[in-house]
């Protein structure tokens, strides 16, 4: 495992599988204890650097951390100097010299744990930049995947939304394929990225082709206001076109499962009917979340949990 | 003043001669000259070209002087082997009145490094609403003849026609930056397979392309020049090969840094990567080369831009757009067009000298001229050329007062010796004389 978590495109099959691995491990580690926390990381200390705001992503992270026994500090670039102009580099810097070992970076702007990077000495988790990635959140789903069917070697997935604008759909694409899976996107043209066609993908524009043949349709968010830059006409046009409801839902294979990153929009690219069903991973998705993350602080800051070899 | 004696230098890479330079003029070309009291230079092995002349650099003053001044991009020209530099008009306040552009002038003046000829906005304020005095700048002491909005792209087609009709009047040219707003909201890189995959948000080639097509039409349409900055993309080259063979009078320049790097530079996310129009893709490059070896594009030009440090040191996104340019133009110019055999030293010259200096209209001011050949009687406007020194460029050893460099660390072929602005030593031994 390298240094740092900057892309799911860095993972090869063997880092990946790691990480899961170890995910399982620790969850089983856990399992039945009273007390859900390992003395793996303590004295180290954890900063959660978000410059956007993520609360469910910034808890799990949080979490993870300190079931390790790490020290946990977030720092929200709002109401800070960040506010006042302090650069990326001031803050990254001011936050190791007072003896972060890892840190853990939400930025609207793609790239930006690449140049975290290159300024500190210890470690960097992306946890989503911009446009380009959020490889824990693609890890997570993967381990979830797993979790449901057992495998991920030749499982099809479908992508379905606005994948230009999403760094969940850019990290599934590189470790679900590195996985082995077989990768679908599917949306309107406009929300597919110039480019796509060297992704190791297939493509398709047409939801209702696409669900009778796959074992995991992943839903993205897809915010309304996209209307308005004539990425599609309407909200409603949208969702009727590639929303998933009922009627869809009942065209999947018999397993299939589906999934969203969230938080849903509800009525918009998922029905509730959808989101609340048994084929629902949802929620066993932000559980899984915690398991990844701490699988992935351990094994970049090293030590050995207690209970797993 | 001093006379230079220039031993043996081969002009346009050509059979060895001496040149005499005396009270600003070439006075004397041959061999075995003498001549008593002059300052002898050894230049065996050294290649004689006329003295570059840009089309395009950023010089940021006034407005911006930690990031670069007229006297410090006048060094940096100077050390490229630039005797005359169009420094454009983006600056704060803008060149937009006679005031600004006479300040500009007198500063390059002061500096007397290179001739530093101002560039006037097209519009007031480089907002694209209404023609700026574009007579009186021209009627000025700084003389201007190539006017432009550079860093914004006169997009309203309506203004552009009146822009290109009106310049007629001033033998002016006007120099567009061809980017269609509407389409490049937003942008970060040249859109393709690799923003795709990071994530930036594209910068299509269709929005050069599509404002070259507009106004090469505008341009035969009222029967005006028009000059086109920094072609970036196979496309534009495609269109203005077109528009030449119908006759329409357009030039275009090509930057070095379009030359020689693509797109995959942004991978990185280091913004000194971060340009506009955008590193584009190998196949554009190829382009560009092609279209420059055959007189497609007339010009290289540097968009020499100068940053500071916190705006660069940056996010991708919120760094600013540009590099510099005028120290390493000639040598990527060696690499990338000499080297491969795609551009002898008279096309060097033709390109990097002769054709800016005719674009911006310089090359017919009696002794102020550039441009001009390497012949008695001409002004001594020269740089020599070492072409088999090989260097890595290091930032901090440049003469900028930025370091914004897309080619630190690289190995480059090509040193200028020394440069003459009107028989004056600006560089010798490969320093600036002042
Ligand atoms: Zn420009």
Known sequence: ?309 | MTTYLIKNAKPYGEDAVDLLLADGVITAVGTDLSADGAQVVEAAGLIALPGLVDLHTHLREPGREDAETVETGSRAAALGGFTAVHAMANTDPVADTAGVVEQVWRLGQEAGLVDVVPVGAVTVGLRGERLAELGAMADSAARVRVFSDDGHCVADPALMRRALEYVKALDGVVAQHAEEPRLTVGAQMNEGDRSARLGLVGWPAAAEEAVIARDVLLARHVGARLHVCHVSTAGSVEILRWAKSRGVQVTAEVTPHHLLLTDECAETYDPVFKVNPPLRTDADVRALRAGLADGTIDAVATDHAPHAVEDKESEWASARPGMLGLEQALSIVVQTMVEPGLLDWRGVADRMSVRPAAIGRLADRGPDSHGRPLAVGEPANLLLLDPTHRATVDPAALASRSRNSPYAGRELPGRVVATFLRGTATVMDGKAQK
């Open chain 1, 1 to 309: 495992m390298k240094r740092h978590l900057l892309e799911a495109a860095d993972l090869d099959r063997a880092d990946a599988t790691l990480v899961l691995d170890t995910a399982g491990q620790i969850e089983s580690a856990l399992a039945g204890r009273e007390v859900k926390k390992l003395p793996t990381l303590r004295g180290r200390t954890v900063v959660n650097l978000f410059y956007e705001d993520s609360t469910r992503t910034r808890i799990s992270f949080e979490l993870a951390a300190k079931r390790l026994s790490a020290d946990v500090i977030n720092f929200s670039a709002k109401g800070s100097s960040v506010s006042k102009g302090e650069s990326l580099k001031d803050t990254a810097l001011t936050l190791e010299a007072m003896g972060s070992d890892a840190i853990v970076i939400r930025h609207q702007a793609s790239g930006a744990p690449h140049r975290l990077a290159r300024w500190v000495k210890g470690s960097v988790v992306n946890a989503g930049d911009g446009t380009h990635e959020h490889p824990t959140q693609a890890l997570l789903d993967a381990y979830t995947i797993r979790q449901r069917l057992g495998r991920l070697d030749g499982v099809r997935v479908a992508i379905v939304g606005d994948v230009l604008h999403s760094r969940v759909a850019r990290s599934n694409v590189w470790l679900l394929t590195t996985l082995g899976a077989e990768v679908t996107l599917v949306a309107p043209p406009t929300l597919l990225p110039v480019g796509v066609g060297s992704w190791p993908v297939a493509v398709s524009y047409d939801l209702d082709a696409v669900l009778p043949k796959v074992d995991v349709v992943m839903m993205l968010r897809v915010q309304a206001e996209r209307m308005n830059a004539s990425f599609f006409p309407s909200a409603r046009e949208y969702s009727r076109r590639y929303g998933l409801d009922g009627r869809r839902m009942a065209v999947l294979p018999d397993d299939a499962i589906v999934m969203h990153p969230g938080p849903m929009n509800r009525g918009m690219e998922i029905a509730a009917e959808v989101a609340d069903s048994a084929r629902s991973t949802i929620v066993d998705q932000v559980g899984n979340g915690v398991s990844v993350r701490m699988a992935v602080l351990y094994l970049l800051l090293g030590g050995a949990p207690e209970g797993t070899t």
